[in-house]
């Protein structure tokens, strides 16, 4: 896969996202349908300059009956009759959805491509809910014998604290952090700041993951719009390239892995991701990780290549990962507070690189002078991440 | 998307799917390694040279609790780390698959890429599967209403019969003719034949469509695996060329449609895959259409531009569409009698006509000399439709 064949630069000519949320008032094709139309005018085109539509979704069948999710954002978003797929990785369809994106581009199959994530959870109750997100892990070695996502990053968590000292005070951090930035996005989910007393003293959810641990279940979508270099600013006068990005997967179940504290397919992804961007991670101005929970961001960290194993941690509990820090993480407030609309998160994260990079995000969260960034999206417990490095044009 | 970049020719270098039928003794996981270890020992390849995985699935969340289905299979295949997803657009996830993984190798990105589908839908109740497809329509605007597919399909049927005169015999005279060619295909769901008398006699399903108009709720898998041309010789001396592969969408709602005894979708996606095939309607040899009803089978033939529209019921009626007649359709028994695993269908279609392009199917229903066959593949009732154009090498 190194020397994937590239025909030419990718950059991106629009982004756009929805509120994340319980959105009530709101079905699947609402939410596509205003993240779409807010790209489409950002970039100034008409519908009829798309020329191919793919849409991540995790569970559209699960959480509202409603599969056949790429014709039916083309039908809504009227795009008919170019062609247009769900993909789906669990909570890497967005991610898995850039990737083909970018692949159709790049390679010189299409010009204009639009790159959509959607998902509508708060339908079903929440055990439907959880049981729809059982479907990213091995349903019959896992979920059939009663595990559920937090208990998942639980066990995790725990050997990593065992293996490397983590506390749970340095978890409650990544809260508390996740949430002062959320605080200040206009579209998360939760705007509540909380302090590090808050974090340690909710209910448990899955010990050690207390409920500021854990993601929430968020409605949302969000689209960007892809085009080749050469062509971008006829669109836009900050085109943001596509350095590099990159899939990669690992077995389904914990109990096949090699390390639970690693996740492997992270390694594989970003090894690959930097290689091809000829990118150093020393260049990278901020990250977009996929922290469903708290521990999952630590591990990111770490597996992306920005701490040693078992020392991500660390710059966690100093506080260098704030905006100002030595490496911003989840600008935005993360999945823990900006919210995870499962398809759409992957997609959601390229657009707050987007924003940042373009320096066009709300003051007190926007990294000053960013110039590289990168996204992170994991689905499941690790079987599918996606890492795409983007930079000013 | 007339002009579609490509870099290379691609070939399929190996074909295999499972027996279709109701499998009690096997699971997704099992049908999805069954057609991958039997395409890759007919390839002669390891594991390891694979680059790519793209597997069509539609709705392993609602019929097995089972998403993921990409990142499942690359792991029961043990093909990790490499990129993996499942795709996904309703009854025509398995062709989109092969597009994907046609696009893949055609512009360059990568070389051995294997494109799945599998569909287990037997393990839930008959209601349940019903709800589960309905996800294929729009289901706000039609299966909220009580319409299912066999509903949606007989409003099709009535309103061409009362346009263009097709009588029920006709509908019957498809699903003996699909019965007779399954009858002689050892991986077909239903082996039996039946006679016109049989098929008018049985149960109303939804007037005018009866019980033999209707395909059945499949199990089953196929994989084929695709490489560039110019080394596809290296692993079978019958490379089958990859012409053409070209999806189209139409909205998922028949109350949108302009004229609903027309699949738009399928009029587009025919029209470019035979402009960039270079090929004629005339130099087809055989067909496997999308008869998830036999009134499909009637649109198809003119969807497809080998009848004008309101004729194609002629060939039908004519017993044209036998293997020996003027236009062999669904020469494995079709949809009907080989069965339908939603997601692995259109990977099932393209593995046929690669065993008839070889000479390697059943004496009785091997279409002598084919040089070209077709594969044509629908979502819903025609939001997106894949139509993919196969030549011997």
Redesign the interface.
């Known amino acids: 896969?190194i020397g994937?064949?590239k025909?030419r630069d990718v950059a991106i000519i629009s982004a756009a996202a929805t509120k994340c949320g319980e959105h009530w008032d709101k079905?699947i094709?609402d939410l596509a349908w205003e993240a779409g139309v807010k790209a489409v005018e950002e970039a100034g085109i008409s519908g009829k300059d798309i020329?191919y539509?793919v849409v991540g979704n995790?569970?559209?069948?699960?959480f509202?009956?409603?599969?056949?999710?790429?014709?039916?954002v083309?039908?809504f978003l009227g795009?008919?009759?170019?062609?247009?797929?769900?993909?789906?990785?669990?909570c890497a369809s967005g991610g898995?959805a850039f990737?083909?994106g970018y692949?159709?581009v790049a390679?010189?199959?299409?010009d204009i491509v639009a790159v959509g994530g959607v998902e509508k959870m708060t339908d079903v109750e929440q055990e439907q809910a959880t049981?729809?997100l059982?479907?990213?892990?091995?349903?019959?070695w896992e979920?059939y014998f009663g595990a559920t996502f937090p208990g998942i990053y639980a066990l995790m968590a725990r050997r990593y604290m065992y293996e490397y000292g983590l506390k749970k005070e340095t978890l409650a951090k990544v809260a508390v952090k996740n949430h002062y930035h959320g605080s200040m996005n206009s579209l998360a989910h939760f705007r509540n700041k909380i302090n590090l007393e808050e974090a340690l003293s909710a209910p448990m959810v899955a010990d050690p993951l207390g409920k500021y641990d854990c993601c929430p279940i968020s409605d949302g979508a969000a689209l960007v719009i892809l085009a080749p270099l050469e062509i971008a600013r006829k669109y836009t006068d900050t085109p943001i390239i596509v350095k590099s990005s990159?899939?990669?997967?690992?077995?389904?179940s914990l109990l096949?892995r090699r390390d639970i504290c690693t996740l492997?397919?992270t390694v594989?992804a970003a090894e690959k991701a930097f290689k091809l961007a000829h990118i150093e991670r020393s260049q990278v101005n901020l990250i977009e990780v996929h922290d469903c929970f708290t521990i999952a961001e630590v591990l990111a960290i770490e597996d992306l290549g920005f701490a040693k194993k078992g020392e991500g941690w660390k710059m966690c509990d100093e506080e260098q990962t704030y905006v100002g820090g030595n490496l911003p993480v989840n600008t935005d407030g993360g999945l823990k507070a900006s919210g995870h609309p499962v398809g759409a998160t992957g997609v959601k994260q390229i657009v707050e690189i987007v924003k940042q990079l373009r320096g066009e995000v709300e003051r007190g969260r926007q990294v000053k002078g960013a110039e590289v960034g990168l996204a992170h999206n994991v689905?499941?417990s690790g079987?599918?991440a996606v890492v795409t490095i983007l930079a000013r044009g």
């Open positions: 896969m994937l064949y025909k079905g094709k020329e539509l995790m569970s559209g069948g699960m509202v009956g409603q599969e056949h999710i790429g014709a039916l083309a039908d795009l008919n009759p170019i062609p247009s797929l769900r993909v789906e990785g669990a898995i990737f083909q692949m159709a390679s010189g199959l299409y049981t729809a059982s479907g990213a892990m091995d349903f019959e979920a990159v899939m990669a997967s690992d077995t389904l096949k492997d397919a594989n689905g499941g079987a599918t």
